[in-house]
């Protein structure tokens, strides 16, 4: 059977080559026409079928192959670096493969475009990165869509800039562009500025949230200065100049859709041999340049299309990895080091505020671009890495070989950690006092009047007297049956001490009159345990009654979660 199979495979193996012989030679022959072009394309999907029956043939022989125990063993010990091996051998996926194929056989070697093309396709840099894949492209756009909203959020506050729909918007963005005209030092600290109050201050209200009082709205008397502005019956020019080619566009649609209908209209139908031969003559006029650009037009194409997977991919990653750096530095995840940028950011800004005007700005810039580049260079990271190992170590620089900055290299870019990671000041004493906040539930009880015996019926939120709503539609309210299921508000935790620290209010009459509940049909009996019974009227028919008491305890929160910066 295996014997069958063998030939099988060598004879469509031999009928794949004889194929692949003969569409390579048309292709050579016939090259800058739509047959050179269509047989290059057969040619190409042919050799990579061959590569792959090659490739399972040797698998096949690899499985046949039966190996001595020392052959064995010898190979368990090199898998690691024969799986290394085999990824090094396979550089290009499918479609790269296809590519370099179609190239070959459909452009003349030697070309500009050709060159060009296999340059791009050869790059190290770019076989590096992800091949090709749909599903991933697909799912950058899906995710980046979703990251749009600030670039959306930006063009539209442009355009309401400059079209005067948001007066105060406008109006601000002239003062700051005349006072960094009048003071330029202010580009570097309205940045500043922002990040304080924009992201570092709103960050700690958040985490630390503060009791706002509620405020009496007054009702708006007269007409706003602003909008007094912004009254015009007329359009902004810059509105027309963003409607001008959306109408052009309109315009041509509508004009291609009628000559198209038109033209459609007054076609005669045709043979199928005269469009053969009207085919046959097109071809036979196309210049082979024009050729070359169609093939190059389309595997750029391709090209492109895996270029920008990995631009989108690579950009997702940039924003994500900001995110959570954001949330780290400003976000007071970690409060020590939150409030030590803060410190640091408010004496900057005050130096480039006040003395801003005395610095050499120019010779600033020069300098940080030069040392930014010069830190980039591929030779400067052994030193960044032992310097930053020297500085976890406490070695001195001078004491580190170049032997053993290039044996930690690889150590370095899996265990370098960021600064802010391992970032501990003592000086710096965050101990906010908590606040507190009240629970209370309700005890209810509930007893049948033939049988003189109360039993617990739930521990419910609700006071369930003869007037609440619940009752009054025939309902039982909802609760637990026991106080450990009593938790806390999100984001709050009980004091600490005794699993059940729930205290009694002895003073029920109090809590009734503070509250403004209706006492008509309840009482409060002279008991330690602060029960508040039902009074029910007298033509009232039930069968059961209930008692409640009031159970309280505090519970404290430290600062809230940490919010998590998104775009």
């Not at 076609?267 to 190059?296: G, W």
């Not at 004091?495 to 002895?506: E, L, M, P, T």
């Not at 049909?521 to 033509?539: A, N, Q």
Request: proline share 4%; glycine share 4%.
């Amino acid at each position: 059977m295996s014997d069958l199979n063998t030939n099988r495979q060598s004879r469509r193996a031999r009928v794949m080559a004889s194929l692949y012989d003969y569409s390579t030679s048309i292709a050579e022959s016939k090259a800058g026409s739509n047959r050179g072009l269509a047989a290059g394309t057969a040619a190409s999907f042919l050799a990579l079928g061959l590569e792959q029956m090659e490739k399972k043939n040797r698998e096949s022989l690899e499985q046949d192959y039966e190996f001595t125990e020392a052959e064995v063993e010898a190979v368990q010990n090199m898998a690691l670096s024969a799986e290394e091996y085999q990824k090094s051998k396979e550089k290009f996926h499918f479609m790269d493969r296809f590519m370099e194929k179609m190239v070959q056989h459909t452009m003349n070697e030697g070309s500009a475009d050709a060159e060009e093309l296999s340059q791009r396709l050869h790059d190290p840099s770019r076989s590096k990165k992800a091949p090709l894949s749909l599903i991933l492209l697909t799912s950058n756009m899906k995710r980046l869509s979703a990251k749009m909203g600030v670039v959306f959020k930006v063009q539209y506050g442009l355009v309401h800039i400059l079209t005067w729909k948001r007066p105060t918007k406008t109006l601000c963005v002239l003062v700051f562009y005349t006072a960094v005209c009048l003071w330029p030092h202010l580009v570097v600290a309205l940045p500043l500025l922002v990040l304080l109050f924009g992201i570092i201050l709103p960050a700690y209200i958040h985490r630390h949230p503060m009791d706002t009082p509620e405020l009496i709205k007054v009702p708006r008397r007269g007409q706003s200065f602003l909008d007094f502005l912004n009254e015009s019956n007329d359009r902004s020019v810059i509105m027309d100049m963003i409607d001008e080619p959306m109408s052009e566009e309109d315009s041509l649609s509508q004009t291609y859709s009628t000559s198209s209908g038109s033209f459609h209209a007054t076609k005669k139908p045709q043979s199928a041999s005269s469009i053969a031969l009207q085919t046959l003559d097109v071809a036979e006029e196309v210049q082979t340049s024009e050729k070359a650009k169609i093939v190059k037009k389309n595997v750029s194409l391709l090209m492109n299309m895996r270029d920008l997977q990995n631009l989108t991919t690579d950009l997702l990653n940039s924003i994500d990895q900001g995110e959570k750096m954001s949330t780290d530095l400003v976000g007071f995840k970690d409060e020590r080091l939150t409030t030590f940028i803060f410190y640091v950011l408010i004496a900057v800004t005050s130096v480039v505020l006040f003395f801003g005007k005395y610095i050499p700005w120019r010779m600033i810039f020069i300098l940080s671009g030069w040392v930014f580049m010069l830190l980039c260079h591929p030779k400067a990271k052994k030193y960044l890495v032992t310097l930053s190992n020297n500085n976890k170590k406490g070695k001195p620089v001078a004491e580190v070989t170049e032997e053993d900055a290039d044996s930690e290299e690889e150590v370095g870019d899996k265990k370098l950690k960021l600064p802010f990671e391992s970032f501990d000041r003592h000086d710096i004493i965050v101990d906010d006092k908590p606040e507190v906040r009240v629970v209370e539930i309700y005890e209810l009880q509930k007893r049948d009047l033939f049988k003189h015996e109360w039993n617990l019926y739930a521990y419910t939120k609700r006071l369930f007297d003869f007037k609440d709503t619940v009752r009054v539609s025939g309902k039982l309210p909802h609760g637990v049956d026991a106080l450990t299921k009593v938790h806390p508000p999100p984001e709050w935790k009980y004091d600490f001490g005794y699993a059940n620290n729930w205290r009694i209010d002895q003073k029920p009459l109090e809590f009734l009159l503070a509250r403004g509940i209706d006492q008509e049909h309840l009482s409060c009996r002279d008991d330690t345990e602060g029960w508040i019974y039902d009074d029910l009227p007298v033509d009232q028919d039930s069968t059961a009654e209930f008692r409640r008491r009031r159970l309280f305890r505090e519970c404290y929160r430290y600062s809230r979660p940490p919010r998590k910066v998104t775009l």
